[in-house]
């Protein structure tokens, strides 16, 4: 047996594969739609089509830094302005929500994402309500609260160490 008969293509075959799908395929086209429909519907649930991103993550993206004396949550929207965004506190849970609008009205093809969103974060009774800054630059929001008086003097550091 030579070594030309275990590898899967010969002389006179092609080694590019094909491609996953032909766009001119109905069923491939009713495929396409039927995921861009569930993935619609499902957005407004919070819950996103992993195939569709690469990911299961909510969106947006956060990052929440908790000191003795506030809790700062960072969210990442990109492309979006301060006037497409509302963040409002209420029973101890951040709410941000918003909608990206769509900048061409009939893209061929599209992987960017549009639509409206919305993401709560639970962040806890330590927190003034009274005391809360948001600020927007360059599609990062930063949303700062201070904790109560009270929450801070609670907060108390344990040295690790032989007993």
Same mark, same amino acid.
Request: charge should be negative; glycine fraction near 6%; charged fraction near 30%.
């Given at each position: ?6 590898? *899967? &293509? ?5 080694? @590019? ?8 395929? *109905?069923? !491939? ?10 993935? /619609? ?17 909510? &969106?947006?993206?956060?990052?929440? $830094?908790? @000191? /003795? ?8 929207? *990109? ?14 849970? #951040? ?11 009939? *893209?061929?093809? @599209?992987?960017? &994402?549009?639509? $409206?969103? $919305? ?6 009774? /330590? ?8 600020? !927007?630059?360059?599609?990062? #929001? @930063? ?10 003097? $609670? ?9």
């Amino acid at each position: 047996m030579a070594f030309t008969d275990l590898i *899967p &293509w010969g002389r006179n075959r092609s080694l @590019t594969t094909p491609r996953f799908g032909n766009e001119t395929d *109905p069923f !491939f086209a009713l495929s396409r739609d039927m995921n861009r429909l569930l993935d /619609d519907f499902t957005r407004g649930f919070g819950v996103l089509n992993p195939s569709r991103f690469g990911f299961s993550e909510t &969106w947006p993206h956060v990052e929440v $830094q908790e @000191t /003795d004396k506030d809790v700062v949550v960072v969210a990442e929207l *990109p492309g979006m302005e301060e006037k497409d965004v509302d963040v409002s506190l209420h029973d101890s849970m #951040l709410t941000l929500k918003g909608e990206k609008k769509s900048e061409s009205n009939t *893209p061929v093809y @599209t992987e960017r &994402w549009h639509g $409206q969103f $919305q993401r709560s974060l639970p962040i806890g009774p /330590d927190v003034d309500p009274d005391k809360v800054s948001a600020s !927007f630059k360059n599609g990062v #929001l @930063t949303v700062t609260l201070a904790k109560r008086p009270e929450a801070q003097r $609670q907060a108390k550091r344990i040295p690790i160490g032989a007993s």
